[in-house]
């Protein structure tokens, strides 16, 4: 009965052995050296990447800031218009006690 | 990474690569180190696509596998019969004798399933990452592992029953 072990050995008996590692790879390494370097690999363009996305965090930081600012400013203003026409019975406190 | 990085990193891959390569083209070295050369390249040319999401030698794997299957394509283009090229076994080549015995083997499988056996018993691949080289789902690789399985059992069986 054969089992999954003996497939195992058996394909690891005959696995293939490659040969000619030094011309193989002098041949391609030759090819890549007379390529251009791809943008992915340029280190003038990964700092650039760098500091445009540094940028980009930086702007957005900053508009949700000017954002929460702008709301709450907002908000104490509706505040105290809304105090203000309120009539003074209704207060829980006297707003106009030093007039 | 930088352009000598991914030399060094050839240096690392280019016999794993090579030896799958060799085992899908059934000892032919000399096609399979056109299309390993052909998959450096390309790896190398279009190196701006690779996003990390796998490891680098996934990454590659999954081109080389890309390059057989549009050299494949070629043959059938090229109006060649792939069973009379896949079942020619290099006899006369001193190194291709030790393989004949494991590509007889394969034979019977189909190039996806071949690739299955080869990534996982040689190259030692989980299911999970051949699923990513091959661009199929991680069922469909054991249910090919299971099929090769059971073709390589009978296969042996009958080596030893002779």
Partial sequence: MVKDKDIKQFIRQHKPEVGNNESFLKDVVSQINAM???????????????????????????????????????????SAITVSLLPPDILPIDLFMFK | MTREQFIAEIYTLQEPLRRFLLGMCHGDAFTADDIAQETFLKAYLHYDSFQGRSSFSTWLFRIGYGCFCDHIGKR???????????????????????????????????SSEKATVLLFYIEEYSTKEIADILGMASVTVRSHLHRARKHLKKILEQNGER
């Fill in chain 1, 36 to 78: 251009p370097i791809p943008a992915a690999m340029n280190p003038a363009r990964q700092r650039e990447d760098c500091i445009r996305l540094v940028l980009e965090i930086s702007r957005r930081d900053l508009r949700t800031v000017r954002l929460a600012v702008g709301v709450i400013v907002a908000v104490v203003i509706i």
């Fill in chain 2, 76 to 110: 059938i283009i090229a109006t060649e019969s792939i069973t009379e090229r896949e079942n020619r076994i290099p006899a006369d080549d001193d190194n291709g004798k030790d393989y004949n015995e494991l590509y007889a083997a394969i034979n019977g499988l189909t």
